[in-house]
């Protein structure tokens, strides 16, 4: 279990600080949540705390596995399928497992996708989702701006 003050990250909403672990009554079922306060957006999640672990929150990475994902982005290889669909649901799903090196290719794909031919709506809020959760986790474990990082990826895929 986390306790306040604790860094995780959601692998759909990024990572945050447990600021709060609260009791609500959701349908007369009495359920303890995190109150999860993202630095990006000035956002706030509630996860259930006997969920947690199934929906993938874990610890924050380490400043050198962040470094190891940044530094290894130029050297991902993207392969993405033409198929729209096919291409959206291996995306969703490699976000949805929380690995940081998953997310950074699916930032990687899309950029580049994006300077052969404009992405969709879908898929430009997909990359803006991936790039915040990304984001998110580098910014807390290496205690950096938002924008340096934002910076860097694009300078690795570019």
Not at 2 to 16: E, K, L, N, R, T
Not at 20 to 25: A, G, Q
Not at 89 to 105: D, L, T
């Amino acid at each position: 279990m986390f306790q306040i003050g604790d860094q995780i990250v959601h692998p759909m909403h990024g990572a945050g600080v447990v600021d709060d672990i609260v009791e609500r009554t959701v349908d007369g079922t009495v359920r303890q949540y995190y109150s999860l306060k993202l630095p990006v957006g000035n956002m706030k999640v509630m996860i259930p705390v006997d969920t947690s672990e199934q929906i993938g929150v874990r610890p924050i990475a380490t400043a050198e596995r962040a470094e190891e994902v940044l530094t290894a982005i130029p050297f991902l290889s993207v392969d993405m399928d033409g198929n729209w669909n096919r291409r959206y649901r291996e995306n969703m799903e490699k976000i949805k497992s929380g690995n940081m090196m998953q997310v950074a290719s699916v930032i990687k794909g899309l950029l580049l996708r994006d300077q052969v031919k404009a992405l969709s709506t879908g898929e430009r809020k997909m990359l803006h989702s991936a790039k915040q959760i990304l984001i998110s986790e580098v910014v807390l474990c290496q205690h950096v701006s938002f924008e340096s990082v934002e910076e860097r990826i694009f300078r690795a895929v570019s």
